[in-house]
């Protein structure tokens, strides 16, 4: 009976064994065919050139690369949601991701108004991927926002300029002007003497053309092209006014929730995109403005000196309130002016 009831007992182990060797197989299994469906509130309307070359993409490349396990369903500007209220959905958990400038949200972290972009520091797209990714910035951002439920990645890095309505050859010229605008970017415009104010993207093309403002920026040529700004303000500005992030953010509970291989894939495609479309971008800044100066009689104008000169005191002004926001932006405005000083630009 003895050796029967050892065989038995081995017999009995011998299958829980297998059961445990078996259980992880089937469980991942399971994972491995669930299918996800993430809604994404976009701060770009449909119009925009983003809309369907930053989100778009990254939608139908997501869905091709996990084999339609992983679909975005994207909302243009105000349909759930519009501008910083954007931030609010995905943090409470109403969709899980959302595209935003860093502009809406500058209260939320420290180091937000550097991954926006300070004006007037950095002259070239490459120098903000560099100071956003490998220089820090965004993880300083991701500090802040991870304890309140989000997390930021960087979607492109683009050149912010202006459109007018009306030619200008002087400070006073400038003075006159009234500007949609946002973020660090609405106190730079008032210190050379402009009167900016803040309007939401879908808004914008009526506001310039009923005179309402008399010029604006969204991104620089592309987003004058694709929000029809050219039609009623014909003159683009020159240099760009700085270089910022548009940025893509999770509500880290969803994002935790996925299956660790989709989670993967995920993350790995939005940074993959990022230095993909940021190169991209600058192509298509080419190609508008020729269309914008070939078709649609747009002219190219330099900013004049007097206006030059007042943007640069207003850069180093925001810089140092940068800096006096706290103990992250002061170690993100230290690499920001390490990067300047290291390409002569202080």
Known sequence: ???????????????????????????????????????????????????????????????ARTGGRFKLETYGAGEIAKDREIYNVVRRGVVAMGTISPAYILGEAQAMGLYYGVPGTLRETWEMMHLAKNLGIEKLVNEELRPKGVVAMGDKAYPTELVLRKRITSAADFASLKVRSAGTMLEYLAAAGAAPQQIAGPEIYQAISTGVVDGAHWGAAVGALSMKFWEVAKYHMKPALGFANDVYIMNIAALDKLPPDLKQQFLSLVEERYFLR???????????????????????????????????AASQTLLKKEEAKGELAAKGTKALTGLMTDLGYV
């Open 278 to 312: 940021s190169v991209e971008y600058l192509h298509q800044e080419a190609r508008a403005l020729t269309t914008g100066k070939t078709k649609m009689g747009v002219e190219v104008v330099h900013f004049p000196d007097d206006v030059m000169k007042k943007f640069h």
């Open 1 to 63: 009976m003895s050796g029967a009831s050892n065989l038995f007992g081995r017999r009995n182990m011998l299958k829980a064994s297998l059961a445990l060797a078996v259980a992880p197989a089937v469980i991942g299994s399971a994972r491995a065919d669930e299918k996800v469906t993430w809604k994404v509130q976009s701060h770009w309307p449909k119009a925009s050139g983003s809309f369907n070359d930053s989100l778009g993409v990254l939608a139908k490349e997501l869905e």
